[in-house]
Nanobody
Framework: QVQVVESGGGLVQPGGSLRLSCVAS????????MSWYRQAPGSQRELVAW???????KYTDSVKGRFTISRDNGKRMVSLQMNDLKPEDTAVYYC???????????????WGQGTQVTVSS
């Protein structure tokens, strides 16, 4: 009933920028939290940033000052602007949105399939 799809990954040189986007579709009543996670090879998945419905944001320390999360509620979209990228940012990036479906009263987390970001010269 609900799909979450990321886009915007790719290969970039150190110091470069990328913008990730994630759109939810389906029988959606409301969306609360929108988040980005990442998982590097051999590592656990980590929370990169989140934004709530009041547009409060939080970032993991390693991306503060370089990444910016934003949301467009009308488009059911969350974006992650990534600047000054470093090789250690290389990972698969996943979007998750906390969604209430029409006719339901509970929130569930819906995950995208992931998009690869590679930072290399």
């Amino acid at each position: 009933q609900v799909q979450v799809v990321e886009s915007g990954g790719g290969l970039v040189q150190p110091g470069g920028s990328l913008r990730l986007s994630c759109v939810a579709s389906g029988n959606i009543y409301s969306i609360d939290l929108m988040s980005w996670y990442r998982q590097a090879p051999g590592s656990q998945r980590e929370l990169v940033a989140w934004i709530n419905r009041n547009e409060q944001t939080k970032y993991t320390d390693s991306v503060k000052g370089r990444f910016t999360i934003s949301r467009d509620n009308g488009k059911r979209m969350v974006s992650l602007q990534m600047n000054d990228l470093k090789p250690e940012d290389t990972a698969v990036y996943y979007c998750t949105q906390t969604i209430v479906i029409n006719g339901d009263f509970t929130e569930d987390d819906y995950w995208g399939q992931g998009t690869q970001v590679t930072v290399s010269s």
